[in-house]
């Protein structure tokens, strides 16, 4: 992502949003439920990459039919296609 620290900020909000969100994502971090973090979303799932496991999002991988290239950490605030985990 190109450095846009020089940038002003306009919205505070979508600056902290942006700054969460990791590539992989459905959508902005932090536009779901308030304290729900992607480690707490269905949608969470561990694959097998590389050498090991690591979580990414199953409703990216729904939208774009691919999974993403990052490593979405369970402690990343929630999107707005957050569905709390069955069981």
Not at 19 to 37: N, Q, S
Not at 38 to 63: P, V
Request: hydrophobic residues 25%; glycine residues 14%.
């Amino acid at each position: 992502m190109p450095d846009a620290s020089g940038l002003t900020v306009l919205d505070p909000n979508f600056q902290y949003q942006r700054e969460r969100t990791k590539p992989g994502m459905a959508h902005w971090a932090g536009t779901g439920p308030r304290g729900k973090t992607c480690g707490d979303c269905e949608f969470l799932t561990k694959i097998q990459h590389g050498l090991g496991m690591s979580a990414r999002c199953g409703r990216y991988h729904q939208m774009m039919g691919r999974w993403g290239t990052v490593k979405i950490p369970e402690s990343t605030p929630s999107c707005k296609y957050y569905e709390a985990k069955h069981g």
